[in-house]
């Protein structure tokens, strides 16, 4: 029999070690059984499959042991593998973070769920993760966040981020865009542990390229560490002709590894000798070896040790002066009598097997879901681990800005005509000036903030950078400050939106990871939110609070043409969860709801993130006058929040025109003028016609659905639309809607199901042309006449 030799533990005793490998059991125990429970005990009524991967949280269950129950301390982040969310709670439960009850709750409705969840999860939860490769990395960029936040004010509440992350996450573009981003390049409290089972979801993959991987994590500067073998094998290496297994099993491909270490020993044992380079320096190596004991040895990898893993994390964090990545080699459905089979990943155990299961972890009969005893000495090691991460989650000191410091409106003078785009950059030149919310202003742009208007900000507060930079353009003039250092509040990134995207998710949960309030805005051009859509989608599930800002966007950034003319994008800011989409026209617009948006990100508990799309377009700002005067400037600003006003009312601006030829005109954005414009020639010839301003299609969608919701659950019925009910009276209900965007038609036309009314849609539902921006509404339908035309269809199509 081949012993491990004692005190071969590395820097973990001996005793201590044999307690960390009974928690280690007892997890493996907790998470297959939640797994088996949720699918073969439970009542499933309507026969969906349940699932739960007890494979791929087995093969990081000695990873899981290592981390929460020694290595890590009070103020580490982690996200873990999205798979191992049931062995995440096993250990939540030991630790006494996650009642009972929830074990047999796995993937029940309100019960744990499927991927680790801060917002739905009852157990403390840094990063949510799913199955796209994000939760990897965003425990990076929460690390530039976190020196960010500390080199400004000095204290934060977190120390190391840490992603535990399986290999085939490493196939992800969006890791590699991370490795890659120089603000991430020096993090040394950065520790990416990959699980290396070498299996995807179907089957066992040929060839990992480890090595490769590994050369790629150097090249950019990071610090790999290998965890590649056990204890027991390394010292049946170092017995006389070790060298020669050693090289049997490095050489041997993933399929003939995952295959040998589920046959029989004396099956191995054949394999082993007869296809290796030095066949008779195997046998030698094994000849003491039992039959009974080969397969289990050839299974001692280093991610399944304990000691080996402690030590490689030791050595991580030695490492200060970039991130670290440790490639602990493991065996997918490690302990279970499915591990390493290619078809695992979806694979339940059987009763049959269970039972066994339960003997050999020596789990005591009738207490399957039992913590340890209270005297036991794993039950005190488990709460001496608890105690000393006591405060991973404590609340940060209370945010320095709270909504009501941030006031309605700036009292800025509009210029006579401007963009949308230009009136963001006059603002926050001016939000700088705001006690405390101005120091917590952070911006990010991939390589387009002068391009999005962001000059006179960077001007005024610098580019950040965690070390000064020598400027070698300091002579003569220059339009632009560009001195990147520590006390600057600009991030910028090269042409990479998806981690524009992370980094906007970590700024926006700074004070809830790091004890930091920031308040970020990131700029990108308005067709590129679908390039990062994958990240904001993240970071919105994540419950970052944050400001995206699309510019310029639509066909009226005509010049440009089809690629950079953004139309399905109206329809995101309109359907994503957690987001506020507005649409402004007017830069008092710009102004309310940007204000808006930093009183959501100063309301930590309740506030959203903001989705402003805005334009290059130059818009004449008293168009907006006559509104302001009719209803009046606080009125007014509550709408706009709301979702959208009457910028021209028909029994104002045409009392005499009849009522009953009344036509709704519903626009957003930058097609303000020519819906104007089409309301004039409308009233010229005749027809009542209102212009509704919708500067939050979202807010208005969201009105309706909710009101419908209400009534749905009351039983009741109603008319009751939210606020556009307001800005549609009772007696105009079933007046036509014709829709104007330069985006897709799609973006309105819901408008018309709050009441029953026709609508006629105009948009573009194509990709764009290059023209002017006259031959391209033309185009596309969206003119003033075009207007004219569709309104006459709507009324046609209403009957009048």
Same mark, same amino acid.
């Given at each position: 029999m081949l012993t491990v030799e004692a005190g071969r533990t590395g820097s973990v005793p001996a005793d201590e070690l044999a307690v960390l490998e009974a928690i280690q059991r007892r997890i493996l125990w907790i998470t297959t059984n939640m797994i088996h429970h949720a699918n073969h005990v439970r009542p499933n009524l309507d026969g969906s499959k349940i699932g739960g991967h007890q494979a791929s949280s087995a093969s990081v269950i000695s990873i899981l042991t290592a981390l929460y129950f020694k290595e890590l301390q009070a103020g580490d982040r982690i996200a873990v593998k999205p798979h191992a969310s049931p062995a995440f709670h096993a250990a939540q439960y030991l630790l006494g973070n996650l009642p009972r009850k929830y074990l047999t709750e796995l993937r029940s409705f309100k019960g744990l769920q499927s991927y680790p969840s801060k917002s739905k999860d009852p157990d403390p939860i840094d990063f949510s993760t799913g199955s796209v490769g994000l939760g990897a990395v965003v425990p990076a960029f929460s690390s530039a966040v976190a020196r960010y936040s500390q080199l400004h004010f000095g204290d934060v509440t977190s120390k190391r981020f840490i992603a535990l992350m399986g290999d085939a996450e490493l196939d992800e573009g969006n890791v590699w865009e991370a490795v890659f981003e120089d603000h991430l390049g020096d993090l040394g409290n950065v520790l990416w542990i990959v699980d290396l089972n070498r299996q995807s979801l179907d089957r066992v993959v040929p060839g990992i390229r480890a090595e490769q991987l590994k050369a790629l994590f150097r090249a950019s500067n990071w610090h790999v560490i290998e965890c590649k073998y056990g204890r027991r094998l390394q010292a049946a290496f170092e017995r006389p002709n070790g060298a020669a297994l050693r090289a049997r099993i490095d050489e041997m491909s993933n399929p003939e590894y995952q295959s040998i270490i589920r046959v029989s020993g004396e099956e191995a044992r054949g394999r082993l000798i007869l296809n290796a380079s030095d066949p008779h320096g195997v046998a030698q190596a094994i000849e003491d070896i039992a039959d009974d004991e080969l397969p289990e040895l050839l299974s001692d990898l280093g991610g399944h040790d304990i000691a080996e893993l402690l030590d490689a994390f030791a050595q991580a964090t030695a490492q200060t002066d970039a991130p670290t990545v440790v490639f602990a080699y493991t065996i997918k459905g490690w302990g279970l009598p499915i591990a390493g089979h290619p078809?695992?990943?979806?694979?339940?155990? /059987?009763?049959?097997?269970? *039972?066994?299961?339960?003997?050999?972890?020596?789990?005591?009969?009738?207490?399957?879901?039992? +913590?340890?005893?209270?005297?036991?000495? %794993?039950?005190?090691?488990?709460?001496?681990?608890?105690?000393?991460?006591?405060?991973?989650?404590?609340?940060?000191?209370?945010? $320095? *800005?709270?909504?009501?410091?941030?006031? !309605?409106?700036?009292?800025?003078?509009?210029?006579?005509?401007?963009?949308?785009?230009?009136?963001?950059?006059?603002?926050?030149?001016?939000?700088?000036?705001?006690?405390?919310?101005?120091?917590?202003? *952070?911006?990010?742009?991939?390589?387009?903030?002068?391009?999005?208007?962001?000059?006179?900000?960077?001007?005024?507060?610098?580019?950040?950078?965690?070390?000064?930079?020598?400027?070698?353009?300091? %002579?003569?003039?220059?339009?632009?400050?560009?001195?990147?250092?520590?006390?600057?509040?600009?991030?910028?990134?090269?042409?990479? !939106?998806?981690? $524009?995207?992370?980094?906007?998710?970590?700024?926006?949960?700074?004070?809830?990871?790091?004890?930091?309030?920031?308040?970020?805005?990131?700029?990108?051009?308005?067709?590129?939110?679908?390039?990062?859509?994958?990240?904001?989608?993240?970071?919105?599930?994540?419950?970052?609070?944050?400001?995206?800002?699309?510019?310029?966007?639509?066909?009226?950034?005509?010049?440009?043409?089809?690629?950079?003319?953004?139309?399905? /994008?109206?329809?995101?800011? &309109?359907?994503?969860?957690?987001?506020?989409?507005?649409?402004?026209?007017?830069?008092?617009?710009? !102004?309310?709801?940007?204000?808006?948006?930093?009183?959501?990100?100063?309301? +930590?508990?309740?506030? @959203?993130?903001?989705?402003?799309?805005?334009?290059?377009?130059?818009?004449?700002?008293?168009?907006?006058?006559?509104?302001?005067?009719?209803?009046?400037?606080?009125?007014?600003?509550?709408?706009?929040?709301?979702?959208?006003?009457?910028?021209?009312? +028909?029994?104002?601006?045409?009392?005499?025109?009849?009522?009953?030829?009344?036509?709704?005109?519903?626009?957003?954005?930058?097609? *303000?003028? @020519?819906?104007?414009?089409?309301?004039?020639?409308?009233?010229?010839?005749?027809?009542?016609?209102?212009? $509704?301003?919708?500067?939050?299609?979202?807010?208005?969608?969201?009105?309706?659905?909710?009101?419908?919701?209400?009534?749905?659950?009351?039983?009741?019925?109603?008319?009751?639309?939210?606020?556009?009910?307001?800005?549609?009276?009772?007696?105009?209900?079933?007046?036509?809607?014709?829709? &104007?965007?330069?985006?897709?038609?799609?973006?309105?036309?819901?408008?018309?199901?709050?009441?029953?009314?026709?609508?006629?849609?105009?948009?573009?539902? @194509?990709?764009?042309?290059?023209?002017? +921006?006259?031959?391209?509404?033309?185009?596309?339908?969206?003119?003033?006449?075009?207007?004219?035309?569709?309104?006459?269809?709507?009324?046609?199509?209403?009957?009048?």
């Amino acid at each position: 029999m081949l012993t491990v030799e004692a005190g071969r533990t590395g820097s973990v005793p001996a005793d201590e070690l044999a307690v960390l490998e009974a928690i280690q059991r007892r997890i493996l125990w907790i998470t297959t059984n939640m797994i088996h429970h949720a699918n073969h005990v439970r009542p499933n009524l309507d026969g969906s499959k349940i699932g739960g991967h007890q494979a791929s949280s087995a093969s990081v269950i000695s990873i899981l042991t290592a981390l929460y129950f020694k290595e890590l301390q009070a103020g580490d982040r982690i996200a873990v593998k999205p798979h191992a969310s049931p062995a995440f709670h096993a250990a939540q439960y030991l630790l006494g973070n996650l009642p009972r009850k929830y074990l047999t709750e796995l993937r029940s409705f309100k019960g744990l769920q499927s991927y680790p969840s801060k917002s739905k999860d009852p157990d403390p939860i840094d990063f949510s993760t799913g199955s796209v490769g994000l939760g990897a990395v965003v425990p990076a960029f929460s690390s530039a966040v976190a020196r960010y936040s500390q080199l400004h004010f000095g204290d934060v509440t977190s120390k190391r981020f840490i992603a535990l992350m399986g290999d085939a996450e490493l196939d992800e573009g969006n890791v590699w865009e991370a490795v890659f981003e120089d603000h991430l390049g020096d993090l040394g409290n950065v520790l990416w542990i990959v699980d290396l089972n070498r299996q995807s979801l179907d089957r066992v993959v040929p060839g990992i390229r480890a090595e490769q991987l590994k050369a790629l994590f150097r090249a950019s500067n990071w610090h790999v560490i290998e965890c590649k073998y056990g204890r027991r094998l390394q010292a049946a290496f170092e017995r006389p002709n070790g060298a020669a297994l050693r090289a049997r099993i490095d050489e041997m491909s993933n399929p003939e590894y995952q295959s040998i270490i589920r046959v029989s020993g004396e099956e191995a044992r054949g394999r082993l000798i007869l296809n290796a380079s030095d066949p008779h320096g195997v046998a030698q190596a094994i000849e003491d070896i039992a039959d009974d004991e080969l397969p289990e040895l050839l299974s001692d990898l280093g991610g399944h040790d304990i000691a080996e893993l402690l030590d490689a994390f030791a050595q991580a964090t030695a490492q200060t002066d970039a991130p670290t990545v440790v490639f602990a080699y493991t065996i997918k459905g490690w302990g279970l009598p499915i591990a390493g089979h290619p078809m695992n990943h979806s694979a339940l155990l /059987t009763e049959q097997q269970m *039972v066994d299961l339960r003997a050999k972890l020596e789990i005591p009969e009738g207490g399957e879901w039992d +913590r340890f005893e209270d005297d036991s000495p %794993e039950a005190r090691y488990c709460q001496d681990a608890a105690e000393r991460l006591r405060g991973i989650d404590e609340v940060a000191p209370a945010p $320095l *800005v709270t909504r009501d410091q941030i006031p !309605e409106t700036l009292g800025l003078r509009p210029i006579a005509k401007s963009s949308s785009q230009e009136a963001l950059g006059r603002m926050l030149t001016e939000i700088e000036r705001i006690p405390e919310l101005g120091s917590r202003l *952070v911006t990010v742009a991939p390589d387009v903030a002068v391009s999005t208007n962001l000059g006179g900000w960077i001007n005024k507060v610098g580019v950040y950078a965690p070390h000064s930079s020598p400027d070698h353009e300091a %002579e003569g003039p220059r339009l632009l400050r560009w001195e990147p250092g520590p006390t600057g509040q600009h991030f910028e990134f090269g042409i990479s !939106e998806m981690n $524009l995207f992370m980094m906007l998710g970590a700024l926006g949960t700074s004070y809830e990871l790091s004890g930091q309030h920031l308040f970020p805005i990131g700029t990108v051009y308005d067709p590129f939110v679908c390039r990062g859509l994958d990240a904001l989608i993240y970071g919105l599930y994540n419950q970052a609070k944050m400001i995206i800002v699309g510019t310029p966007s639509g066909v009226s950034l005509s010049p440009e043409g089809g690629a950079h003319q953004s139309t399905v /994008t109206p329809s995101l800011g &309109i359907e994503l969860p957690n987001l506020i989409f507005y649409e402004p026209c007017f830069a008092r617009e710009v !102004e309310w709801t940007l204000l808006e948006a930093l009183r959501q990100i100063a309301d +930590r508990q309740h506030g @959203e993130s903001t989705y402003l799309r805005l334009s290059t377009k130059a818009i004449d700002q008293s168009l907006m006058e006559p509104a302001i005067a009719r209803i009046g400037e606080d009125n007014l600003r509550r709408q706009i929040l709301a979702g959208g006003y009457r910028l021209v009312d +028909r029994r104002v601006d045409a009392p005499d025109l009849p009522a009953e030829y009344a036509v709704q005109i519903a626009v957003a954005g930058a097609m *303000v003028p @020519e819906a104007l414009e089409a309301a004039k020639l409308l009233h010229e010839e005749g027809v009542a016609a209102n212009v $509704l301003n919708i500067t939050s299609p979202g807010l208005l969608y969201r009105g309706i659905a909710d009101s419908r919701r209400r009534h749905l659950r009351s039983g009741t019925t109603g008319a009751d639309a939210g606020h556009l009910a307001e800005l549609i009276p009772a007696d105009e209900r079933h007046a036509p809607i014709v829709t &104007i965007h330069d985006g897709a038609s799609h973006a309105l036309s819901f408008l018309g199901s709050a009441f029953g009314a026709k609508v006629v849609p105009l948009g573009v539902d @194509e990709f764009g042309q290059s023209g002017t +921006r006259a031959d391209v509404y033309r185009y596309y339908g969206i003119d003033a006449e075009s207007i004219v035309t569709g309104a006459l269809l709507a009324l046609d199509l209403q009957g009048k």
